[in-house]
């Protein structure tokens, strides 16, 4: 894969799956913008990027705000020129039963996870479009495949990305912007130790087919793929990389 010349944005890239996805993306020679409310963690990866000898730039945006947005779409403008690739990364995980999801619970989950998806690739399409070329590559999880009996809001965004996938890849395949999605299964990163600890479970890699938890590299490696070249006739697809989770029971 090559990425040279390429500029990526990458939200909530200052860890985690984010972090993994920036580093993968400089790697293969994109320059990137990190867009992450997370300042610190924000700075902590754009210095591994230019470690790579890719330039990198922190971007602090919120990226339930659409005036942020607009911002990050505007520094990157600024600094680098285009647009290439966007990575909707940024999400969050709350566990709940049914009775105990209240409205805020519901709107946090639901904004940043889903109406965040959109408003930020809204947001790039007019840059994309203009260049006629360009890759959005969303994060879904294989828990918008699936139903659950304590994460009813976070499975609901997730399966919206999904759904949000396909229909934009149709509105905008004509542009020259392509749109996919990958959904994750458990990925060794912080949130899903802190999931754990709100469902008081402890972290089985032996239930899982392949007998093990996925890495934040192995989803990025799936990220970087799509948004490449070699995935130049892949539009409006779900990439799963759950270790075999979906395919059933062992």
Request: proline fraction near 3%; charged fraction near 20%.
């Amino acid at each position: 894969m090559e990425l040279t010349g390429q500029v990526a944005i990458v939200t909530g890239g200052g860890r985690g799956i984010g972090r993994a996805t920036a580093l993968e993306l400089a790697r293969l020679g994109a320059d990137i913008v990190i867009a992450e409310m997370d300042q610190a963690g924000a700075k902590r990866t754009a210095e591994e990027v230019g470690a790579l000898g890719r330039r990198a730039v922190a971007v602090s945006t919120d990226v339930t705000s659409r005036a942020d947005l607009r911002a990050m779409v505007d520094r990157t403008k600024a600094e680098f020129g285009r647009i290439d690739i966007l990575v909707n990364n940024a999400g969050i995980y709350r566990a709940a039963t049914t009775a105990d999801v209240t409205e805020e619970h519901w709107d946090a989950i639901m904004n940043i996870n889903a109406k965040a998806v959109f408003f930020a690739s809204q947001a790039v399409i007019p840059v994309m479009a203009a260049q006629k070329s360009g890759s959005i590559v969303s994060l879904a999880s294989m828990a918008g495949k699936i139903g659950s009996k304590t994460n009813l809001p976070y499975n609901a965004s997730k399966a919206a990305v999904v759904s949000m996938t396909k229909s934009l890849a149709l509105a905008h395949a004509g542009e020259g912007i392509r749109v996919n999605c990958v959904c994750p299964g458990d990925t060794d990163t912080p949130m899903l130790h802190r999931e754990a600890a709100q469902l008081g479970e402890a972290i089985d890699p032996s239930s899982r087919p392949l007998r093990r938890i996925g890495r934040p590299e192995e989803v990025a490696a799936a990220v970087a793929w799509l948004a490449s070249d070699e995935a130049s006739n892949i539009t409006g697809t779900t990439l799963v990389v759950d270790g075999g989770a979906l395919a059933g029971s062992r």
